[in-house]
Nanobody, 123 residues
Framework: QVQLVESGGGLVQAGGSLRLSCAASGRTFSNYAMGWFRQAPGKDRDFIAA???????REYAGSMKGRFTISRENEKVIYLQMNSLKPEDTAVYYC?????????????????WGQGTQVTVSS
């Protein structure tokens, strides 16, 4: 059983920055890729970024590259650094884990998910 807990969300003005954290736990949590998705009200959940279990491979949604950076502290903790935030970045941000980045992107239903953390960007 994998548990994911996000933190770091909040209210920020446009142009500001936030860093989200995700901590994983579970007896069997090992060698998992982890990543970030977001869901704005009335919209589908969108992929942001993912990082391999070793931290050496990163993938980003094209629109997120440049402003968002994913990093990995260790096997169970990842971050999402978000800069130059815009009101359209307002969403609930979810952490995800899967056996590989490919699986995470191609089979969302099999991912482990956190509860999400709200990010609100005011204009």
């Amino acid at each position: 059983q994998v548990q994911l807990v996000e933190s770091g969300g909040g209210l920020v003005q446009a142009g500001g920055s936030l860093r989200l954290s995700c901590a994983a736990s579970g007896r069997t949590f090992s060698n998992y890729a982890m990543g970030w998705f977001r869901q704005a009200p009335g919209k589908d959940r969108d992929f942001i970024a993912a990082i391999s279990s070793s931290g050496t491979v990163r993938e980003y949604a094209g629109s997120m590259k440049g402003r968002f950076t994913i990093s990995r502290e260790n096997e169970k903790v990842i971050y999402l650094q978000m800069n130059s935030l815009k009101p359209e970045d307002t969403a609930v941000y979810y952490c995800a884990a899967a056996v590989s980045i490919r699986r995470m992107l191609n089979d969302n239903d099999s991912n482990s998910w956190g509860q999400g953390t709200q990010v609100t960007v005011s204009s």
